[in-house]
C-alpha cells in the first residue's frame, strides 16, 4: 500500500473503546483512508497476537517464520489461514498497535487529509473530485461534497480547512453554521495547487506552474483573505512548502528546493532572494 501524509489525532473513530492511546489516520494511493491505534509505549518489534476463536485451532506460527509482508488476501479480507498464515494480517506491526478503521468510499486516489478543531470531523479529499466528511464517532461519511474536479491537496489551520484545486482555492470556517464558501484565485491561471501551508497569518499556495501565491488573512467575514503577492522563481510544479524560522521553504519537480528569507505576515521583504539547493 502506498502510504503518504501521517498524523496522530486525539479524536477517538469508536468512543465506546476509548482508553488512553493515540490515533494516526493514514491516506492510500486506493482511495481508503485508515485508522491505526498506538499507546504511548514503545512500539516492539513482535506481530500482534490474535485470539484463537477456538480451542481446535491451529497453533500459531513462530516469530521466525513470520514474513514482513501484509497478506494481501488478509488485506481484501479473503485470506482462511488465520494465525497459521505465514504473511502479516496488520497495518502497522508491534503489540502496542492495533488496526481500528478502513474508511472506503473515495473512487480514486486520497489527495489529503484535515481534521479541524471546530469538531469530531475528518475530511479528505481525491482526484475523483469530492470532499467527504467523516464522523470519527462512527466512521461513517456524513457528507460528500462534489468539488467537479481534482484536488490537489487539503489542509486545515484552526477551525479553517483549504482545499487546492486547479486555479483556485477553495476555504471553509467550519465553526460557522451557514457553511459559507470562499474561492481564493489567483491573478493568473496557474494549474493545479498542488501544496498549501499557512504561515504567519497568510495562506501559501505552491502551484502547477512553479508560482507560490500569498492571501493574508483579515478580519473580514465577507472576503476574509486578501491576496498578497506572487513568488515566482521555480520552474516547474512546487509540490512541497514548509516554513520555519521566518524563512519559507519551498520544493519543486525542477529538482531545487528554494528558501525565502525574512518572510513577514505583512510583505515579503526579499521576495526573489532565493537560496537554491539541487537535489
Same mark, same amino acid.
Given at each position: 500500500?502506498a502510504?503518504? =501524509?501521517?498524523?496522530?489525532?486525539?479524536? #477517538?473513530? *469508536?468512543p465506546?473503546?476509548?482508553?488512553?492511546?493515540?490515533?494516526?489516520? =493514514?491516506?492510500?494511493?486506493g482511495?481508503?483512508?485508515?485508522?491505526?491505534?498506538?499507546?504511548?509505549?514503545?512500539?516492539?518489534?513482535?506481530?500482534?497476537?490474535?485470539?484463537?476463536?477456538?480451542?481446535?485451532? $491451529?497453533?500459531?506460527?513462530?516469530q %521466525?517464520?513470520?514474513?514482513?509482508?501484509?497478506?494481501k488476501? /488478509?488485506?481484501?479480507?479473503?485470506?482462511?489461514?488465520g494465525?497459521?498464515?505465514?504473511?502479516? #494480517?496488520?497495518?502497522?506491526?508491534g503489540?502496542?498497535?492495533?488496526?481500528?478503521?478502513n474508511?472506503?468510499?473515495?473512487?480514486?486516489?486520497?489527495?489529503?487529509?484535515?481534521?479541524p %478543531?471546530?469538531?469530531?470531523?475528518l475530511?479528505?479529499?481525491?482526484?475523483?473530485?469530492?470532499?467527504?466528511? /467523516?464522523d470519527? #464517532?462512527?466512521?461513517?461519511?456524513?457528507?460528500? +461534497?462534489?468539488?467537479?474536479?481534482q484536488?490537489?491537496?487539503?489542509?486545515?489551520?484552526?477551525? /479553517?480547512?483549504?482545499v487546492?484545486?486547479?486555479?483556485?482555492?477553495?476555504a471553509?470556517?467550519?465553526?460557522? %453554521?451557514?457553511?459559507?464558501?470562499?474561492? &481564493?484565485?489567483? $491573478?493568473?491561471?496557474?494549474?493545479?495547487?498542488?501544496?498549501? +501551508?499557512v504561515?504567519?497569518?497568510?495562506?501559501?499556495?505552491?502551484?502547477?506552474?512553479?508560482?507560490i &501565491?500569498? /492571501?493574508?488573512?483579515?478580519?473580514?467575514?465577507?472576503?476574509p483573505?486578501?491576496?498578497?503577492?506572487?513568488?515566482?522563481?521555480?520552474?516547474?510544479?512546487?509540490?512541497?512548502?514548509?516554513?520555519?524560522?521566518n524563512?519559507?521553504?519551498?520544493?519543486? &519537480?525542477? =529538482?531545487? +528546493?528554494?528558501?525565502?528569507?525574512?518572510?513577514? #505576515?505583512t510583505?515579503?521583504?526579499?521576495?526573489?532572494? *532565493?537560496?537554491?539547493?539541487?537535489?
Amino acid at each position: 500500500m502506498a502510504s503518504s =501524509r501521517v498524523f496522530s489525532s486525539s479524536f #477517538h473513530p *469508536y468512543p465506546h473503546r476509548r482508553n488512553t492511546s493515540s490515533f494516526v489516520w =493514514r491516506k492510500d494511493q486506493g482511495g481508503d483512508i485508515r485508522a491505526d491505534q498506538y499507546s504511548s509505549m514503545m512500539m516492539t518489534t513482535t506481530k500482534t497476537k490474535r485470539k484463537s476463536k477456538s480451542p481446535s485451532s $491451529p497453533t500459531p506460527l513462530p516469530q %521466525s517464520n513470520i514474513i514482513e509482508k501484509v497478506c494481501k488476501f /488478509w488485506a481484501s479480507g479473503n485470506c482462511v489461514k488465520g494465525d497459521c498464515c505465514r504473511f502479516l #494480517h496488520s497495518w502497522c506491526r508491534g503489540d502496542e498497535v492495533s488496526f481500528l478503521a478502513n474508511l472506503q468510499g473515495h473512487k480514486k486516489a486520497v489527495t489529503g487529509i484535515a481534521l479541524p %478543531s471546530s469538531g469530531a470531523k475528518l475530511y479528505s479529499s481525491s482526484n475523483d473530485g469530492t470532499l467527504r466528511l /467523516w464522523d470519527c #464517532h462512527t466512521g461513517q461519511c456524513s457528507r460528500v +461534497i462534489n468539488l467537479g474536479s481534482q484536488v490537489g491537496s487539503l489542509i486545515n489551520d484552526g477551525t /479553517w480547512v483549504f482545499v487546492g484545486m486547479p486555479n483556485l482555492v477553495k476555504a471553509w470556517n467550519t465553526e460557522k %453554521s451557514n457553511n459559507a464558501e470562499f474561492s &481564493l484565485n489567483g $491573478p493568473v491561471a496557474v494549474g493545479q495547487v498542488n501544496s498549501m +501551508i499557512v504561515a504567519n497569518g497568510m495562506l501559501l499556495a505552491g502551484t502547477q506552474s512553479g508560482q507560490i &501565491l500569498a /492571501w493574508k488573512g483579515s478580519s473580514d467575514e465577507t472576503n476574509p483573505f486578501q491576496p498578497v503577492q506572487s513568488l515566482t522563481g521555480h520552474a516547474r510544479a512546487v509540490v512541497c512548502l514548509a516554513f520555519g524560522g521566518n524563512r519559507l521553504f519551498s520544493a519543486s &519537480l525542477d =529538482r531545487t +528546493i528554494k528558501v525565502t528569507y525574512d518572510f513577514s #505576515h505583512t510583505i515579503f521583504r526579499v521576495f526573489v532572494n *532565493y537560496c537554491c539547493f539541487e537535489c
